[in-house]
T-cell receptor
Framework: GQQVMQIPQYQHVQEGEDFTTYCNSS?????IQWYKQRPGGHPVFLIQ?????EVKKQKRLTFQFGEAKKNSSLHITATQTTDVGTYFC???????????FGSGTRLSIRP | DTAVSQTPKYLVTQMGNDKSIKCEQN?????MYWYKQDSKKFLKIMFS???????INETVPNRFSPKSPDKAHLNLHINSLELGDSAVYFC????????????FGPGTRLTVT
């Protein structure tokens, strides 16, 4: 079936270091979303990417959608303790279809 | 003024029991969803309702039955609970034309003993 793979599963960084999580699909996606879930919390929508090669920024967060619309990445510059949580990508194969969540990347930070 | 609310937050029950989880959204959204998040944090959609009509029904046991009395509410009833049903269940909602921007409730942690 359709799957959205996400790596790494875990990332432990020193505060101030950068962090990147990657998302891949074997088939072309219509769009991709990124969500953040704090420990003990619920997923919170961050952003949606729709266009091939699209790059969007939110302060220290940079989101990219691959040219072939099969992969995406989230990069955090100079991590802070408030960035702790699990980051999920979620893709859909048409504008009307359900979203399929990646397995998530759990980010922990040592101060 | 909570956007998407769920009750209860925690639910501990024995195998074989029947239980319900309630969800309400005050965002005026047309579409509501139920997701299951297992102990490894995998998030999987179970059901989706649009204006009280079922539009997504994933492969879940028919012991799970959603009910949408109106477009602001989507409840989940589970019959004959099993150990494997233990998980966090999230309700979510979205606007019809922004279906992939979903707003999640706080979750209900179900523990079946």
């Amino acid at each position: 079936g359709q799957q959205v793979m996400q790596i790494p599963q875990y990332q432990h960084v020193q505060e101030g270091e950068d962090f990147t999580t990657y998302c891949n699909s074997s088939t072309t996606l219509s769009n991709i979303q990124w969500y953040k879930q704090r420990p003990g919390g619920h997923p919170v929508f961050l952003i949606q990417l729709v266009k091939s090669g699209e790059v969007k920024k939110q302060k220290r967060l940079t989101f990219q959608f691959g040219e072939a619309k099969k992969n995406s990445s989230l990069h955090i510059t100079a991590t802070q303790t408030t960035d702790v949580g699990t980051y999920f990508c979620a893709g859909s194969y048409s504008s009307a279809s359900k979203i399929i969540f990646g397995s998530g990347t759990r980010l922990s930070i040592r101060p | 003024d909570t956007a998407v609310s769920q009750t209860p937050k925690y639910l501990v029950t024995q195998m074989g029991n029947d239980k319900s989880i309630k969800c309400e959204q005050n965002l005026g959204h047309d579409t509501m969803y139920w997701y299951k998040q297992d102990s490894k944090k995998f998030l999987k959609i179970m059901f989706s309702y649009n204006n009280k009509e079922l539009i997504i029904n994933e492969t879940v046991p028919n012991r799970f039955s959603p009910k949408s009395p109106d477009k602001a509410h989507l409840n989940l009833h589970i019959n004959s609970l099993e150990l494997g049903d233990s998980a966090v269940y999230f309700c979510a909602s979205s606007q019809l034309d922004r279906a992939h921007e979903q707003y999640f409730g706080p979750g209900t942690r179900l523990t079946v003993t």
